[in-house]
């Protein structure tokens, strides 16, 4: 996440510009990606929750101040960017380390015990004759 990164700038920029190379931090690309989406995106999160608001005929979301239209009237662009900021992290900042116990894990769990059994019969048999190749 903090390592630089060295990108030549042969090709893109004129011969008299100074720089030949930039170095970026993933962090830094990361912060593009927030501010491009902060700055473009999360606006529109007032749209959303006026339509929202339209389509169930409710006036405000609360009346905390009053004349005011509530608190989360005014957090409309904080949750489009708490939703994007959660995907983001999921998708892209998230390290996962996928080990075959943490697939093994998730694919047993969502089997019913019938499809276990079946599962784990399968798999001593595929062992068993591995095992048996082995030794002749």
Known sequence: MF???H?????????????????VLPVQKHALAYGLFASSIAPFGGF???GFKR????????DSIPGHGGITDRMDCQMVMAVFSYIYYQSFILSRSNSVESFLDQIVRNLSFEEQLS?????GEVLYSRGRDQLS
């Open 7 to 23: 990108y030549s700038l042969e090709g893109w920029m004129p011969s008299w510009f100074p720089w030949k190379e930039v170095s």
């Open 48 to 50: 959303f929750a006026s």
């Open 55 to 62: 389509a169930f005929k409710i006036k405000d979301f609360g």
């Open 119 to 123: 599962l784990y019969q399968q798999l």
């Open 3 to 5: 390592k630089p990164k």
